[in-house]
């Protein structure tokens, strides 16, 4: 699976498509935190495009969140997406994981496993091991879109410790960058997280929630929930849905 996925660094396109096989895998979140300020992180964007697309791992479906963060934009370009929610995210993974620093690209997988996004026999192995761990089933219900908000419930397991995340993503973006360490490319993005909120476990009930749309742009949305354990960092649920603005 990780040659395929390789292949994906050059052509996106030539990946077979499984996504029928794994349209009801086990959901696996893919995290990807990245910068437009950074010359390292197009493959890594690239590569989480291709995961998303074609979902390569038969049994498990990835469900990708492309996580832009600030500590690059002093380089000459401040990336339009990037969020100081999302460095303080990657600064609770680099402590959770003992790492030295915080760094792009890097990938984490269900809280469980980081490394470097473009890694793919990486995340090969992160995802394989992700389809042995346990999941609770998460349910999305009554989403929609009104009044400038995505209107929601969550179904689940409600257990001690777990906490609900809440994201709104841009379904797709692209950039040209004028200055920078990436000046003169057109970047392509999926998944753009642009609002992200956390909630206590106890809203697994089916209780009606909301998420502003401010900051969100124009087009699709994905409404992207996901469960944690607040000890661990690990996910234990994840579910995802498309809104139509």
């Known amino acids: 699976m990780g040659c395929v996925l390789a292949g994906a660094l050059l052509a996106v396109a030539a990946i077979p498509v499984r996504a029928q096989q794994a349209a009801q895998g086990t959901p696996v979140l893919v995290e990807l935190f990245t910068s437009e300020g950074c010359s390292d992180c197009p493959p890594?964007?690239?590569?989480?495009?291709?995961?998303?697309?074609?979902?390569?791992?038969?049994?498990?479906?990835?469900?990708?969140?492309?996580?832009?963060?600030?500590?690059?934009?002093?380089?000459?370009?401040?990336?339009?997406?990037?969020?100081?929610?999302?460095?303080e995210r990657q600064k609770a993974y680099v402590d959770q994981f003992r790492l030295d620093s915080a760094y792009t690209p890097e990938m984490v997988v269900d809280g469980a496993a980081q490394f470097v996004g473009s890694d793919v026999r990486a995340l090969d192995a992160a995802m394989r091991a992700a389809a042995g761990r346990p999941k609770e089933a998460l349910e999305i219900e009554n989403a929609r879109w009104e009044n400038g908000a995505a209107q929601f419930s969550v179904h689940g397991t409600a257990a001690p410790g777990v906490r609900l995340m809440a994201v709104l993503a841009a379904d797709a973006a692209h950039v040209e960058v004028a200055r920078g360490e990436n000046a003169g490319r057109t970047l392509q993005h999926v998944a753009v997280v642009r609002v992200m909120k956390g909630y206590g476990g106890d809203v697994l009930d089916g209780r009606a929630l909301k998420l502003s749309g401010n900051g969100v742009p124009s087009g699709p949305v994905r409404l992207v929930v996901f469960a944690t354990e607040e000890k661990t960092g690990r996910v234990v649920g994840v579910a995802e849905q498309m809104l139509t603005r």
């Open 44 to 87: 890594a964007d690239r590569l989480l495009a291709a995961l998303d697309k074609t979902q390569p791992f038969t049994g498990e479906r990835a469900i990708v969140l492309s996580e832009h963060v600030t500590y690059w934009n002093h380089l000459g370009w401040r990336d339009p997406f990037s969020m100081d929610e999302m460095t």
